[in-house]
Nanobody
Framework: QVQLVESGGGLVQPGGSLRLSCVAS????????MGWYRQAPGKQRELVAV???????NYADSVKGRFTISRDSAKRTVYLQMNSLKPDDTAVYYC????????WGQGTQVTVSS
């Protein structure tokens, strides 16, 4: 069974930064994509960023130029560096791993507020 554990969420002022981390454990196929999704109150879960096993990345238009996704495959860890945060970035952020199956973390709250 694969488990994903996120960390790094919290409260930050507009314009601030946060770095999210997600560590995967368990039996994982060699090639897998990892990513971050978010869900704000009353809204559907949406893609934030994804990184493939080969290092290719894709971002939501709303975060391009502000967020950076990266991974350390040896550590089975994916990161999301979030800069220039806005109140609209407030959401629960979920780590996602796609291999033969799809797995989700429990989520970490990010609140951007003054």
């Amino acid at each position: 069974q694969v488990q994903l554990v996120e960390s790094g969420g919290g409260l930050v002022q507009p314009g601030g930064s946060l770095r999210l981390s997600c560590v995967a454990s368990g039996s994982i196929f060699r090639f897998y994509d990892m990513g971050w999704y978010r869900q704000a109150p009353g809204k559907q879960r949406e893609l934030v960023a994804v990184i493939s096993s080969g290092g290719s990345t894709n971002y939501a238009d709303s975060v391009k130029g502000r967020f950076t996704i990266s991974r350390d495959s040896a550590k089975r860890t994916v990161y999301l560096q979030m800069n220039s945060l806005k109140p609209d970035d407030t959401a629960v952020y979920y780590c996602n791993l796609k291999s033969v199956n799809t797995y989700w973390g429990q989520g970490t709250q990010v609140t951007v507020s003054s």
